[in-house]
């Protein structure tokens, strides 16, 4: 069965690092997301993505923030200087046109 | 303000137990999603409701979309150790973006 795969599953890095967070979504869905869960707390929206450009995204998708799906498979978050508060779960989802949403198994990042 | 409310956030019960779990909201939604989640894993669509009054089952979990679509349940019957985990809603209003509540924490004890 398709899935969404998420890469890595854990990623440690320092306060003021960027990092990349990497998505393969199901390759014949349309809708792109990404969700994070901080630990213990409910699954927020961070941002959608739709036909390559962001459709709608949330107070927490500050300028900090960027996706990109540089070549048709991937689709990639960034967070250009981490603060220890974007210590969480991220979670990349895709939709079918029904809104039926498929999610990685996740990446954990640590920012210290 | 939360969205969509789920209660009771933590429910612990013996196995062959019946739970009912609930999730609420004064917003009315175009679909209505429930997902299990476990621990450092990504949520898993579990059913996904629609229609105002629906009613889906899943093996021995009933899922119930209220009459205006606001407010849903979950009811498991018989519940086995292999239904532990977090159930999550997810509500969607017609713009494909979904909204989650925080979940509600099952403990099926053997």
């Known amino acids: 069965e398709p899935e969404v795969t998420q890469t890595p599953s854990h990623q440690v890095t320092q306060m003021g690092q960027e990092v990349i967070l990497r998505c393969v979504p199901i390759?014949?869905?349309?809708?792109f997301y990404w969700y994070r869960q901080i630990l213990g707390q409910k699954v927020e929206f961070l941002v959608s993505?739709?036909?390559?450009?962001?459709?709608?995204k949330s107070e927490i998708f500050d300028d900090q923030f960027s996706v990109e799906r540089p070549d048709g498979s991937n689709f990639t978050l960034k967070i250009r200087s981490t603060k220890l508060e974007d210590s969480a779960m991220y979670f990349c989802?895709?939709?079918?046109?029904?809104?039926?949403?498929?999610f990685g198994q996740g990446t954990r990042l640590t920012v210290v | 303000t939360q969205l969509l409310e789920q209660s009771p956030q933590f429910l612990s019960i013996q196995e062959g137990e019946n739970l009912t779990v609930y999730c609420n909201s004064s917003?009315?939604?175009?679909?209505l999603q429930w997902y299990r989640q476990e621990p450092g894993e990504g949520p898993v669509l579990l059913v996904t409701?629609?229609?105002?009054?629906e009613v889906k089952k899943l093996k021995r979990l009933t899922f119930q979309f209220g009459d205006a679509r606001k407010d849903s349940s979950l009811h498991i019957t018989a519940a086995q150790t292999g239904d532990t985990g977090l159930y999550l809603c997810?509500?969607?209003?017609?713009?494909?973006?979904?909204?989650f509540g925080k979940g509600n924490q099952v403990v099926v004890i053997p």
């Open positions: 390759s014949n869905h349309l809708y």
């Open positions: 989802a895709s939709f079918r046109v029904n809104t039926e949403a498929f």
């Open positions: 993505f739709y036909n390559n450009e962001i459709s709608e």
């Open positions: 917003s009315v939604f175009s679909s």
């Open positions: 409701v629609v229609t105002g009054g």
């Open positions: 997810a509500g969607e209003r017609g713009n494909n973006r979904l909204a």
